[in-house]
């Protein structure tokens, strides 16, 4: 199965969770101070981002797909770190891809409108944890990686990986 | 003077521009195809920016603050940049500082609701070149530099960021 990093990306906040088949290796949230210097705080989530893709190697990230809200700053927040996690991803050759709300709400709960409770619940299930995993963005994290598991069309097995990155590093020796 | 580089993110079109004094020592813009993945078009713009600050070591990253505007994907993809850009930064010490359009035009043509191509002309006057730089994305990412030549409260000198690299790094090893 493949190990698929979801995250659920914010300045405040940024979720993440780690799956492996239907096993949950490895989740949390990384917080930042608001008082603290913008690029600070994209670069201290950026870091930690980066560390736990070196340790964990997913095949894939996964990310919610945001749509327009009503405060431009979260969502400015929330593209930053998403930029700066592209940007990692794509370094090390793992592909991104995003679903949207409705179809991770789908693809945990079999419901596209479920609600924040039920998908915790159901992430709690599906993953055979003990407790619904806190605060909410670790769940949505977990919920997003749950629904690459099912309905990624990018994830790809670590010799597929090592084949791209091979052939990436021999055209640049080319060009 | 300080070594400042201004940059006018965008995913289609990401013009650079590195100002050290009165002179524009590099610009240009990276342009990525918008048929591609979008973590591969944030991933190319984004180490294309990484060896941009590598090679030419600035003082301070300039970049314009984005406000509400009609187009929620063209945000996100400003924003997707910045965030990759912001994090590089961090990693290497570098401060990164946001100015206002208005700001921007004000500090370059002294009046904030200049027309592009006025700031155009007082870009290519100011840095003495032999032409307006183009495209567009160009002459704004010049005009953020002279702009934050002129009113930037976080450009530090040399010496100052090597002492803010090694306290970082001391504090990294204590904790």
């Known amino acids: 199965m493949a190990k698929i990093l979801g995250v659920d990306p914010g300045l405040t906040r940024c979720g993440f969770g780690l799956v492996e088949g239907k096993k949950a290796i490895d989740f949390g949230v990384f917080q930042t ?8 705080r994209v670069g201290e ?4 981002l980066e560390r736990l893709i070196d340790k964990h190697h997913p095949e894939l990230v996964a990310l919610e797909r945001v749509f327009a809200q009503a405060n431009l700053r979260s969502v400015m927040g929330v593209a930053q770190i998403s930029g700066a996690l ?3 991803a794509h370094s090390r050759g793992i592909p991104v891809e995003f679903f949207t709300p ?3 709400k789908a693809a945990v709960t079999g ?8 998908v915790g619940l159901m992430v709690k299930a599906i993953l055979q944890m ?17 629904c690459a598991q099912k309905r990624s069309t990018k994830a790809t097995t670590e010799a597929q990986r090592k084949w791209v990155a ?4 021999a055209n640049r020796q080319l060009g």
Chains 1, 2 share one sequence.
Not at 33 to 40: G, L
Not at 166 to 169: D, E, I, L, P, V
């Open 33 to 40: 101070d608001a008082k603290t210097d913008p690029a600070a």
């Open 45 to 48: 989530i950026a870091l930690k």
């Open 86 to 88: 592209m940007a990692t």
């Open 102 to 104: 409705s179809e991770v």
């Open 111 to 118: 419901n596209g409108r479920a609600t924040k409770d039920q």
């Open 130 to 146: 003990n407790e619904i995993p806190k605060p909410a963005d670790v769940a949505d994290a977990l919920a997003v990686a749950v």
């Open 166 to 169: 091979a052939s990436k590093a």
